[in-house]
């Protein structure tokens, strides 16, 4: 059986495991940098509009540089690509498309239209960036699910956007990446005899009809661990399922062809790899705002991958859109996962390059293969540290005052940009005498565009060091 994830942006299967940073477990301390030093600003400016800043303000002015880039806007950039194929297999009118929703949310949109627990860990700012108390950058697209509903422009809807989430650094985990979020409904109104399950059925029997191979555990439902909800019959719930499954299992079948094309075009797939049959399979998963909960996975070079999550939209949510009489079901891909199959796009920092080296080899509607331009030495560096020891009064049992690993990450992005490529936790000790507890990471700093002088990298560690110390009090060892 697969637990239910605690929140749902810790990925399950990344591009590498080998990336997955360890957790370390939470120790409260209270972060200096965004908290209440005289110097923060009141402000902070986003898309060139202004939001008053607070004691939850903890969005850093590398991650606000990244609002304007709108990188599934822009024709040859390989997410745009990647978003335009996947947006062909849901047409208008059926879906109606929606690209330049604004990153600037609410609380609200983000967290409580979708059914987040307050304690939900999702919500805290070691893992969401927040403007302020109110206001965070979206964390995926759901937060515009309610409110797409409730606009009932379209039956269907697909919503591409930049999304934010503190997290790790290793090459398949950027702080801002794309998804696109898929619904479709049906109204229990506009079905003949009110059946949505026959209705829904007939809809199936006209899909295009594939030949891969999916594995399946998950089912339509499980009555304990994944149920089909009280507003809705089985028959329903296994209607919508099926069509909710059998439309994704189409975009796979679509994009992972245009893969294998691109692949044997530039001479990489083998025979015997193009006639392998393209596996995928559904699992069991979990969303506040879906149930049954599904993700899907496909079997790429060795390795299951998570592409996408999904299932029956829960009826509150829509209940709450002004929709009660419509039943349906919602996913969220993400396109960087995607892409980098697509092109074979090695790490994920890449997407952000300026360098004319990147963005020339790609043209709208294409896809090739990436051709690196060259690999640039690496050089490792650790840093290990003792936390105060006075730190649960310190933060009041408050839970923004806690040292994450993501507050690690953040200091190193702030100091290296994207001259760092992976940061891990490799030791973690609690003294026996002192009960003082200890952390070591090692930081991997490799330039995509040039090689990193020993002195840059020296000194650039050095900084972080230090920020390490004035913003979080600790100890260097
Ligand atoms: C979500 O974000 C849900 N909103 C998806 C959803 C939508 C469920 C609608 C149900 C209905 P999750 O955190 O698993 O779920 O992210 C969805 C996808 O985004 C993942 O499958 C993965 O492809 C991608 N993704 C998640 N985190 C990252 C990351 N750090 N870097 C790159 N891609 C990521
Ligand atoms: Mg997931």
Redesign the pocket.
């Known amino acids: 059986m697969r637990i239910p994830l605690l929140s749902?942006?810790r990925?399950v299967g990344t591009l590498n495991s080998r990336h997955i940073v360890p957790r370390v477990s939470q120790i409260a301390l209270v972060p200096r940098h965004y908290s209440t030093s005289p110097s923060k600003p009141s402000t902070v400016t986003l898309n060139g509009k202004s939001y008053p800043c607070d004691d939850h303000t903890n969005v850093p002015p590398h991650i606000a540089q990244c609002l304007s880039r709108k990188l599934h806007l822009i024709p040859n950039h390989p997410i745009s690509i990647t978003r335009s194929l996947i947006e062909s297999q849901f047409p208008s009118p059926v879906y109606k498309s929606y690209n330049t929703l604004l990153p600037v949310v609410t609380v609200g949109q983000n967290f409580d239209s979708l059914g987040f627990p307050l304690d939900h860990p999702g919500r805290s700012r070691t893992d969401t960036y927040y403007v302020n108390k109110d206001t965070v950058l979206r964390?995926?697209?759901?937060a515009h699910?309610a409110d797409t509903f409730r606009l009932r422009e379209s039956d269907g809807f697909t919503i591409s956007a930049d999304v934010y989430?503190r997290?790790a650094i290793d090459r398949?985990?950027?702080p801002v990446?794309h998804?696109m979020?898929g619904a479709r409904m049906w109204s229990r109104d506009s079905v003949p005899n009110g059946d949505i399950a026959a209705a829904i059925w007939k809809e199936i029997e006209q899909m295009p009809r594939h030949d891969l191979k999916v594995e399946d555990t998950a089912g339509a439902w499980d009555a304990e661990r994944n149920p089909v909800q009280s507003e809705h019959t089985d028959a329903e719930a296994e209607a919508v399922a099926a069509h909710l499954k059998r439309s994704l299992e189409n975009v796979v079948v679509e994009v992972f062809g245009q893969a294998r094309k691109a692949a044997i075009a530039a001479g990489e797939a083998k025979e015997s790899e193009v006639e392998e049959p393209l596996k995928v399979r559904w699992i069991e998963a979990y969303?506040p705002?879906?149930s049954p909960?599904y993700?899907l996975e496909v079997f790429w070079q060795g390795d299951w991958l998570?592409?996408?999550?999904?299932?029956v939209v829960k009826q509150e949510l829509l209940k709450n859109a002004d929709c009660n009489d419509q039943i349906g079901w919602?996913?969220?891909?993400?396109l960087?996962?995607v892409s980098m199959l697509l092109f074979n796009i090695p790490d994920?920092r890449l997407f952000w390059s300026q360098d004319a080296r990147f963005l020339s080899q790609f043209t709208p509607s294409t896809i090739t293969r990436f051709q690196p331009f060259s690999k640039f030495p690496p050089c490792h560096k650790d840093v290990a540290f003792w936390l105060p020891s006075s730190t649960t009064s310190a933060a009041g049992g408050n839970t923004m005052g806690v040292f994450h690993e993501n507050d690690m990450m953040e200091v190193v992005r702030d100091v290296a940009g994207d001259d760092a490529e992976d940061v891990r936790c490799i030791d973690e000790f609690v003294h026996p005498k002192t009960g003082k507890k200890s952390l070591c990471f090692r930081v991997n700093y490799r330039s995509l565009e040039r090689t990193l002088t020993n002195d840059e990298t020296n000194q650039m560690h050095e900084k972080v060091r230090q920020a390490l110390v004035e913003r979080y009090g600790v100890e260097l060892r």
């Open positions: 749902i942006y990925c964390t995926h697209t759901s699910q989430r997290d398949s985990h950027y990446f998804q979020e969303f705002f879906t909960s993700e998570e592409l996408l999550g999904c299932g919602a996913f969220g891909v993400g960087e996962r994920i």
